[in-house]
Structure formats: structure tokens, C-alpha cells
């Protein structure tokens, strides 16, 4: 049985898969043809698997998932903006996917940690491996579009809205989070 807790965070992963595989499926329907569109869409069907992943981890646990409300990544818009192009959809890819690994480690490291709960943490966390190479490569190829600075200072901008947005809800959630996770950073 999942503690209150718990299941709110497992619903919040969850969440975030889902709100993820949908901007990247609709992205990948829209963009032409070539290395990026491949990648994109293998991206959002390893979304999808997630928010599969967990909901089965969740169910596996005696529970259903919450309905939340706003996405991690919702919140990342009401900072940044909607990006404006392709490199920016990637910047801020790739921030966030730094953010998901650095996440998912910091779960993994928590007293008491669900069988399930490892095994899923542990069989995404594969996938966001890749998304982290497959973004970082993609935004190399895009320097001679873009300069290699100007994605460098996108990429900066991104990681301090990132910061923000973590700052902000480990503060809001701060009394669900304290039970679950070590001293955080």
C-alpha cells in the first residue's frame, strides 16, 4: 500500500510523462523529416512507456493514480515562455531531462524505496540516458544555425528558470517531499 505521500509523487512523475509525450508527439508531427523528427518521436513513445510505467508501479502498489493539476512543466512556461524555436525546444529539453535524471537519483537513494518503485526508476532511467545524449547531439548539430554561444547562453537561461521552478516547488511541497527524499540541493 502506497502512503499519501507517495502516491502523489508517483502521480506527479506520472504526470510529467504524460504532459512530456504529448508536446513531443504533437512537435514531432510538425517537424520535417530527418534526424531530429526520428529521435523526437522515439522520445515521445519512451514518454508515453513512462507514464505507463508508472501508472502499472502505482497500480502494482494497491493504488490509482492522482489527477494533479499544473505539470513541473507548466510551470516552466509561467518562467521561460513558450520557446520560440527548435533550439529552444531543445535547450530547455535538455535542461529538464537533466533535471528528471538528477530527480529520479535523488528518489533512488531514499530510505525504504519500494521494490516497484526501484525497478521503474531504474528501467526510465535508461531511456532518460539516451534523451540526455540524443538532445545534447542534436543541439551540436544546430550551432551552425545557431552559434554555438547563443545555444550555450540558452541553455544557461533555461538552467536558472529550472532552478527557480525546483526552488519553488520543493518549497510548496516541501512538507510532502520531506518525507520521501534526503536533504536536497
Known sequence: MLAENDLWLLSLYRASEIHGSLFFGRLARVLRPGGIQI????????????????????EELGAEPLKLGESYQDQ????????????????????????VVNQYALHMRTRALQPAVAKTLERIMEDERWHLQWVR?????LEPEYGREEIQATVRR?????REVYERSMQEHAERLAALLPAHS
Open 158 to 162: 533555461f538552467r536558472d528558470a529550472d
Open 39 to 58: 529521435d523526437l518521436t522515439k522520445h515521445f513513445a519512451d514518454e508515453a512507456q513512462h507514464a505507463w510505467y508508472w501508472t502499472k508501479c502505482i
Open 76 to 99: 516552466y512556461v509561467s518562467v521561460t515562455g513558450i520557446p520560440a524555436n527548435l533550439m529552444e525546444v531543445l535547450a530547455i529539453t535538455q535542461v529538464f531531462e537533466q533535471r
Open 137 to 141: 547531439d542534436a543541439l551540436t548539430s
